[in-house]
Each structure stands twice: as C-alpha cells, then as structure tokens.
C-alpha cells in the first residue's frame, strides 16, 4: 500500500519525529527537529547512550534556539522499542553505524512497525538509499537525508532511492528548513551526494601534492586559509575526522571509480601503519597534545 507522502509544515508541527540512532549525529539531528516546539522520540539499542542524547537535547536546545532567534524550545524521549518510537510520527531518521548489514534488517523492522503515512529517510553518508531498500514494501516513500554537523553546519543532502515519490521530496526541501536545516538535492544518484563528492576531490588532489613530494601538509593548509578565509584546511581536517575514515571513504569512490590515483591512498595507508590517524591518537599529519 501506498501512503501519501505531501505535507504542509503545518500539517505534521504536531507531530512526533523518530530518531533512530543516538550517536554524535543522531543526537544533534533530533535536537533540530525538537526546535519548533515538537516531540522526538529516539531510540538506540544501547540504553547508556540513549540517555546521553536525550540530556544532550535538553542541555543543549534552549540556547541553540536563542542563538538561533526563531523557534520553540521542545523535547526529545527516549522510546524503548521502535513500535513506540514510530507511533504517530510523520518522519523517522535512521541515523546507526554505516554498515548496510545492519541498514538493511533494521528497515524491514521499520517498514513493519511505522505508520502507513510515515516518510523514511536514511542519514547514510556514503551509501544510496536503493541499496537498503530490499525489505521496504514502498520504495517510494524511502530517501536520503544526509545531515552534516548540525547545529553548526546546516546544509542536508538530499536524494531519491530511484522510485522516491516525488511529493515526499518536495516535502522535505519545503519544511526542512523550518527546522534550521537546508536541503539540496541530488537529481540523479551521487555517491557522496554533491557536495561531500567535491571535498572528496579536494582530499584527494591535497593529498596527490604531498604524495608527489610538490608541498608540505602545512603548505597546503596555509593556503587553504589565506585564500578561502577559513579557520582549517584539508589536512587539518582529515586528521579531525581520523585517516582511517578518511582512507575507507577514498577507498569507496575507488570501488566505483576505478581510475582514482593509488598513490592518495599509499599516503595514508603509510600514516595509519604507523599509528597516526589524528587527532585521537595524538599525531596524524600534525602532532596534538595529549590531555
């Protein structure tokens, strides 16, 4: 059966979301969606990290909301089994470990306890929805609803699994933003969407000019900073978001583009063989003092 899927903001302000998924990520998009006043209902399997997501949208919502200037203080619950966090919700955001073999089961578990009305958006960072798609009986109401880092980086990749109706896509791009958040979306299927596609280009080409010996990570960085304004640059980074998740995202584009340069992914192979993955291990392309 198909539901429909087209709302108006004010057709669901009243109504729950789920979050499904209570890490760094999962935490900081229910607190989004709890800043017009409204109900989220997270549920994770580890009840010690359900409760730190919880207290991190209670402590940290009041004043993302002032700061913000618009908006409506709500909550976030802990629900203790999907059934209860799916009643009634308008939405569910699954947000759990980037591993299609638990993706996959979970959405059949979804598909079978959510409401015939409810629109399903993965926040897989690297994978298309299609791909976990197999156990949902309604291809058309699943998509992804790729988060950054909100609530300080607030642009959302959005994209069809395929079949994605195309109601429940123009929903999203029109109330997303009521929540502080900003779609944009991916017209054909992207691996790493649009814009985490182009930084992957950006790592990859800092990384060849190191690798070819042509300039120092400091080299790059400095300039990255001078001529863009920003605070980091690609090296500093990567060490930030840890080398070995950085070598498994360049190794995925290079399962789907067999022509990317070996030498990008020699460089960091070389770092993570020798402990250096960043930031967490006190060294990776710079040195960070330990606590």
Not at 80 to 94: I, M, P, T
Not at 208 to 220: K, L, Q, S, Y
Request: with cysteine; hydrophobic share 40%.
């Amino acid at each position: 059966m198909t539901g429909s899927y087209t709302y108006t903001f004010e057709d669901i302000q009243n109504r729950p979301v789920a979050v499904i998924g209570a890490g760094t990520l999962g935490r900081r998009i229910a607190m989004m969606f709890a800043s017009r006043g409204g109900t989220v209902r997270i549920h994770a399997r580890r009840s010690e990290q359900l409760a730190a997501a919880t207290q991190y949208v209670t402590e940290t919502l009041p004043k993302m909301v002032a700061d913000r200037g618009f908006g409506e203080v709500g909550g976030a619950t802990a629900a203790g089994s999907l059934e209860g966090a799916l009643d009634g919700a308008w939405l569910v955001v699954e947000s759990v470990a980037e591993k299609l073999e638990i993706k996959i089961p979970l959405w059949g578990q979804i598909d079978q306890a959510a409401p015939p009305d409810t629109i399903f958006a993965t926040n897989s960072s690297s994978y298309p929805s299609r791909l976990m798609a197999e156990n949902v009986r309604d291809k058309t109401r699943l998509c992804n609803v790729h988060f950054y880092m909100p609530p300080e980086i607030n642009a959302v990749d959005l994209m069809s699994d395929g079949q994605t109706d195309r109601g429940l896509l123009d929903t999203l791009l029109t109330v997303l933003p009521e929540f502080g958040v900003h779609p944009f979306e991916a017209r054909r299927e992207s691996t790493g969407f649009i814009y985490n596609r182009i930084w992957a280009a950006i790592k990859r080409e800092s990384l060849a000019v190191v690798a070819e010996g042509v300039a120092r990570p400091e080299d790059v960085d400095g300039m990255f900073k001078l001529n863009w304004g920003v605070a980091t640059g690609p090296f500093q980074r990567m060490d930030l978001v840890g080398l070995d998740v950085v070598l498994d995202i360049e190794n995925h584009y290079a399962q789907e583009f067999p022509h990317l340069p070996e030498n990008v992914r020699d460089l960091l192979q070389s770092y993570i063989d020798a402990g250096k993955l960043g930031v967490k291990t006190g060294e990776g392309f710079y040195t960070y003092p330990q606590p």
